[in-house]
């Protein structure tokens, strides 16, 4: 399998969650299955169920996790060189030429995106056409509503 591109925070926070999962909610549930067990008759227990349910979800997203940080390439942005190109981890800043927007963005892996807080992932076409440009390069990039022109103003390693 191919290797996942991640930044340090992502990985730390997908670490945080399987920490969470293995030692806060796996003994929940089993708790919740043992008491729903103590109820009787396991065929009419809705409870029991849930608890068998829920517990299913939990051991697949571990697994998954466990799946993602086994094949993930934690690359750590601070540690290089900032010599002004847009690569994976980079904070972008741009300027929309079309509508005078300035906007800065985090080129992130794809687990770890959410444009909600600015963090775009690299395969994302704004990302890709970003990705290998310079401080004050003007690029091009199609997306869903159109072609935009944007004008790259920063290139941060944070």
């Known amino acids: 399998m191919k290797q996942i591109p991640m930044t340090v925070f992502g990985a730390n926070k997908l670490r945080e969650e399987l920490e969470y999962l293995k030692s806060v909610r796996r003994p929940e549930i089993i708790a919740a299955i043992a008491d729903a067990r103590e109820h009787g008759d396991l065929k009419e227990n809705a409870e029991y169920h849930a608890a068998r349910e829920q517990q ?3 051991e697949g997203r571990i697994q998954e996790i466990e799946s993602k940080l086994s094949h993930s390439q934690v ?3 601070t540690k290089m060189v900032n010599n002004g190109r847009v690569i994976f981890g980079a904070t972008v800043t741009v300027l929309n030429l ?7 963005y985090r080129i992130v892996g794809d687990d770890e995106a959410d444009i909600k807080v600015n963090l775009i992932s690299v395969n994302s076409p704004i990302a890709r056409g970003l990705v290998g ?3 004050d390069d003007v690029v091009t990039i199609k ?3 159109g072609d935009v022109e944007f004008e790259i103003l920063k290139v941060e390693y944070i």
């Open 56 to 58: 299913g979800f939990c």
């Open 75 to 77: 690359i750590d942005i």
């Open 98 to 104: 079309d509508t005078d927007e300035e906007l800065t």
């Open 133 to 135: 440009k310079e401080v």
């Open 143 to 145: 997306t869903p509503g």
